[in-house]
């Protein structure tokens, strides 16, 4: 999640300061993900740094108020006009867990599924108990497509816990793990290719 640009976008709705831009994400965002106000007057010193923000004068309550540069505007339009691309070899820890776990001896990959099909389905289960009743309107709508998201997780990685479940039974012998490598890995860069000639 960037903090840095959902500041920014909130900002762009006008000046706010740091107890408001918390108050402002989480009512925005149905309060599934709430941000430190520490990490929000981190990300704003940041942001003026950088240029994007600037702070306003305190009012008589003490607040301070931070406006959006013309630059952070564009940093924030930017942000909510383009996809969100996940980063390539990005590491998940579940999968990254259960591939290791199936190459080591002695580890019941089985028993470790099971743990963490449990531990999804109560994380489901939380998120579709029933809540207060939500204010209708755009806060209720924007809290539900958040807490949609994260049940939508929740559902693929029980598809995928079966799906490693299933590769796993089709592949007994794995069972036995794997030895450590003899072969030494060779340090330094790979090789460079030979440039063709044409």
């Given at each position: 999640?960037?903090?840095r640009?959902s500041?920014?976008?909130?900002?762009?709705q006008g000046?706010c300061?740091?107890?408001?831009?918390?108050?402002e994400?989480?009512?925005r965002?149905g309060?599934?993900?709430?941000l430190?106000?520490?990490?929000i007057?981190?990300?704003?010193?940041r942001?003026?740094?950088?240029?994007?923000?600037a702070r306003?004068e305190?009012?008589e309550?003490?607040?301070?108020?931070w406006r959006?540069t013309?630059t952070g505007?564009?940093?924030?339009r930017?942000?909510?006009d383009?996809?969100v691309l996940?980063a390539?070899g990005?590491?998940?820890e579940?999968a990254?867990k259960?591939?290791?776990?199936a190459t080591?001896p002695g580890?019941?990959v089985?028993?470790?599924i099971?743990r963490?099909?449990?531990?999804?389905l109560?994380h489901?289960?939380r998120?579709?108990e029933?809540r207060p009743a939500?204010r209708?309107?755009?806060?209720?709508l924007?809290?539900?497509l958040?807490?949609?998201?994260l049940?939508?997780?929740?559902?693929?990685e029980?598809r995928?816990?079966d799906?490693?479940?299933?590769?796993?039974a089709a592949?007994?012998d794995?069972?036995?793990?794997?030895?450590l490598?003899?072969?030494r890995?060779?340090?330094?860069?790979?090789a460079k290719?030979p440039?063709?000639?044409a």
């Amino acid at each position: 999640m960037s903090v840095r640009q959902s500041l920014l976008a909130i900002l762009d709705q006008g000046a706010c300061y740091g107890y408001q831009l918390r108050a402002e994400f989480e009512r925005r965002t149905g309060s599934t993900s709430p941000l430190n106000v520490g990490q929000i007057y981190n990300t704003l010193e940041r942001l003026e740094r950088d240029g994007l923000v600037a702070r306003g004068e305190a009012d008589e309550h003490g607040h301070v108020y931070w406006r959006i540069t013309d630059t952070g505007r564009i940093e924030a339009r930017d942000w909510l006009d383009s996809p969100v691309l996940r980063a390539p070899g990005a590491r998940d820890e579940l999968a990254i867990k259960l591939a290791l776990a199936a190459t080591l001896p002695g580890v019941d990959v089985g028993v470790l599924i099971r743990r963490q099909r449990q531990a999804t389905l109560a994380h489901l289960r939380r998120l579709r108990e029933p809540r207060p009743a939500p204010r209708s309107g755009p806060e209720e709508l924007a809290g539900s497509l958040v807490v949609d998201h994260l049940a939508f997780q929740a559902e693929a990685e029980l598809r995928w816990l079966d799906h490693v479940e299933e590769r796993l039974a089709a592949h007994p012998d794995h069972a036995i793990g794997l030895e450590l490598a003899t072969e030494r890995p060779k340090r330094g860069r790979p090789a460079k290719a030979p440039l063709a000639v044409a």
